[in-house]
């Protein structure tokens, strides 16, 4: 099977690394990809054969022009599109009769609109918990095609920082800024960023047990996550590795969240009383009950998030497969 994966925009470098992945993952599990994406500068679908991904990879500065070109030069059995602006590439494929499946993030339902009449068009989310609050709202099945985890470990256990994700909304901030001050024994790790919104820097400064964090310098060994409130999807990849490294997360009142974590950290109302956030986070960090079950579930957790290589493979052969059965009306198995 031939497998388009097409992005209108540029990747950025963890967004390459995950594609990459992806893709060595697909190809050793009979999937041959075919990569296209924009690329300010590249002209008009330039493509390297030549790189050792052993797959072509396109590259484009107009992507949504250059797409149903390419589907006549490559003829994907199916196309799988990423990114905020992935219907833009979906009509020409349609136009073409090429199945395809749109990646969706967060649990707002998205406006098809004519494409919504379409049985070459369905969508899919990278988690489960995505793809069951969107099924609920789209008012149609949504799939899971999840994306494989990085070999490389982002993060190291067994330690007693607190990392609060950088994937935070000012308010989130505010919380665990809160936390830091009321528990000054406990080291806090916030990101560089934090410090550019209006008020923070001065208070993060008079306390002696912060510690700022800018991107390349390496954290100290972690004993517990904090994202309050997310700024819109969550940081899947990075919640995956930190529970893989053994590290519970500590999360806010986010459904996404609360299901994405599960039993391996906590979540609770950003309008809990500050007692209840402090006797939270006290039982994470405290040697207990809770804090065991809590690393118990994070392997679990992880895979749950961002399977194997081998296991992403396999859901994605076999979703492909069924999307393209239904939009050509085969028997599921016959194709």
């Known amino acids: 099977m031939r497998l388009l994966l097409a992005s209108a925009g540029s990747p950025s470098a963890d967004t390459d690394r995950t594609l990459q992945t992806l893709g060595a993952a697909l190809a050793a599990g009979d999937i041959a990809p075919i990569v296209l994406h924009g690329w300010t500068g590249a002209g008009r679908l330039h493509v390297d054969r030549s790189d050792a991904r052993g797959y072509p990879v396109y590259r484009s500065d107009a992507p949504a022009i250059d797409i ?18 992935a219907l833009a590439l979906a ?9 395809v499946v749109v990646m969706v993030e967060g649990d707002r ?22 793809a069951a609050r969107l099924t609920l709202f789209q008012g149609a099945p949504v799939t899971v095609l999840p994306l494989p985890h990085l070999e490389k470990p982002a993060y190291e256990g067994g330690g007693a920082a607190i990392l609060v ?11 665990a800024l809160a936390l830091a001050e009321a528990r000054p024994a406990y080291r806090f790790v916030f990101s560089a960023n934090v410090a550019h919104i209006p008020g923070m820097h001065l208070r993060l400064s008079r306390l002696g047990n912060v510690q700022m964090h800018t991107v390349g310098m390496p954290l100290p060994p972690l ?19 930190l529970m893989a490294a053994g590290v519970p997360v500590f999360v806010g009142d986010s459904p996404l969240l609360a299901a994405g974590i599960g039993a391996a950290g906590l ?23 809770l804090r065991q079950q809590a690393e118990a579930a994070c392997p679990a957790q992880a895979a749950f998030l961002r399977p194997s290589a081998a296991q992403v493979a396999s859901l994605w052969r076999n979703a492909v497969h069924t999307h393209i059965a239904r939009s050509h009306g085969f028997p599921i198995g016959r194709i």
């Open 223 to 241: 004993g517990l996550a904090l994202l309050p409130h997310c700024a819109g999807v969550p940081p899947w990849q990075n919640l995956a590795a």
């Open 109 to 130: 339902p998205v406006e098809l609109g004519a494409l919504e009449a379409s049985a070459l068009v369905s969508l899919a989310a990278t988690t489960l918990p995505e």
């Open 68 to 85: 149903g070109l390419l589907a006549v030069l490559e003829r994907p059995s199916a196309a799988v599109l990423f990114g905020g602006d």
């Open 165 to 175: 994700l950088g994937d935070q909304r000012a308010d989130g901030v505010a919380v």
């Open 267 to 289: 979540s609770l109302s950003l309008t809990a009383p500050a007692e209840a956030w402090f006797a939270a986070l006290d039982g994470l960090m405290t040697p207990g009950d």
């Open 91 to 99: 009509g020409p494929l349609v136009a073409a009769g090429v199945p």
